[in-house]
């Protein structure tokens, strides 16, 4: 299993950045794919996920409406679209594939939301 995360940098708030999540070493188009971000010393935290067919998303309460999941099945790809964004947004984010095994994450992003 491997998990490879791109994007992701810094930006001033109501800015926007587009995470990239490339998968590979499983069933990609079967798994839930997940989102998730580690604040400074903080315990890291679910953002989003999508069902494995890509037709819905769910979200974190802090995000909803200002960012946005997908998936192309056809690419094992999968993206966080962050518009808006906040200084409480700031973290490193990781993609994740709900359930696979052995779990794997990614390096982690580091999103930076700063004037």
């Known amino acids: 299993v491997r998990i490879v995360e791109s994007g992701g940098g810094l930006v001033q708030p109501g800015g926007s950045l587009r995470l990239s999540c490339a998968a590979s070493?499983?069933?990609?188009?079967?798994?839930?794919m997940r989102w998730y971000r580690q604040a400074p010393g903080q315990a890291r935290d679910w953002v989003a996920q999508?069902?494995?067919?890509?037709?819905?998303?769910h979200y974190k309460d802090s995000v909803k409406g200002r960012f946005t999941i997908s998936r192309d099945n056809s690419q094992n790809m999968v993206w966080l679209q962050m518009n808006n964004l906040k200084p409480e947004d700031t973290a490193v984010y990781y993609c994740h594939a709900y359930g696979i095994r052995p779990e794997t994450w990614g390096q982690g992003l580091q999103v930076t939301v700063s004037s």
């Open positions: 070493g499983f069933t990609f188009s079967s798994a839930v």
């Open positions: 999508i069902t494995a067919s890509g037709g819905t998303g």
